[in-house]
Antibody, heavy 119, light 112 residues
Framework: QVQLQESGPGLVKPSETLSLTCTVS????????WSWVRQPPGKGLEWIGH???????FYNPSLKSRVTISVDASKRHFSLRLNSVNAADTAVYFC?????????????WGQGTLVTVSS | QSALTQPASVSGSPGQSITISCTGT?????????VSWYQQHPDTAPKLIIY???NRPSGASNRFSGSKSGNTASLTISGLQTEDEADYYC????????????FGGGTKLSVL
């Protein structure tokens, strides 16, 4: 079955750019929507954005000015860039597949990766 | 877009049933049958347990059930087991932005 795996630096300095990649295995990246969700330590889930395999993007308005999500179907991965980070961006970042055709839910999820913003 | 409202915590004894509520607006829960629920154990990823208000994915326990009335969705767990102790999050499609998603703040379930 489809499995997702996040990768990227675990420590980012304030004002710099957070970059993460999610690799898709066990299934096709085509014809699906792919999402990023984050969870600050001890807090709830926050939707960041989605990308369709063809490249169309949809972002949380509260993060839209700082977020870019991209996809490389040939490499079976999609990526997140969040610029001008600060301590409030410290979180576990999850990638997930979003089902949307007549339905709406996230499954499966990656295991998550902790990104700490600190100098 | 505002978060959906969930109780911070609920508790129950093994064998009992509990219900977790999730309140939104007509732009999300009340307007669409696209409510999902996720179970999250400590230091693990969320796991889908209910989708489209009432449906259980393959592999989810039949002790989980979902419902909706107006702007409030509910998750019921029957026959509580110790392994049900976890955080539970509701989520909904929202029309406030294109393909928008809103999550609840999460509910900590304690099985005493």
């Amino acid at each position: 079955q489809v499995q997702l795996q996040e990768s990227g630096p675990g420590l980012v300095k304030p004002s710099e750019t957070l970059s993460l990649t999610c690799t898709v295995s066990g299934g096709s990246i085509n014809s699906h929507y792919w999402s990023w969700v984050r969870q600050p330590p001890g807090k709830g889930l926050e939707w960041i954005g989605h990308i369709y395999y063809s490249g169309s993007t949809f972002y949380n308005p509260s993060l839209k000015s700082r977020v870019t999500i991209s996809v490389d179907a040939s490499k079976r991965h999609f990526s997140l860039r969040l610029n001008s980070v600060n301590a409030a961006d410290t979180a576990v970042y999850f990638c997930a597949r979003l089902a949307v055709v007549g339905t709406f839910w996230f499954d499966p999820w990656g295991q998550g990766t902790l990104v700490t913003v600190s100098s | 877009q505002s978060a959906l409202t969930q109780p911070a915590s609920v508790s129950g004894s093994p064998g009992q049933s509990i219900t977790i509520s999730c309140t939104g607006t007509s732009s999300d829960i009340g307007g669409y049958n696209f409510v999902s629920w996720y179970q999250q154990h400590p230091d693990t990823a969320p796991k889908l347990i209910i989708y489209d208000v009432t449906n259980r994915p393959s592999g989810a326990s039949n002790r989980f059930s979902g419902s909706k009335s107006g702007n409030t969705a509910s998750l019921t767990i029957s026959g509580l087991q110790t392994e049900d102790e976890a955080d539970y999050y509701c989520s909904s499609f929202t029309s406030s932005t294109t393909l928008g998603v809103v999550f609840g703040g999460g509910t900590k379930l304690s099985v005493l």
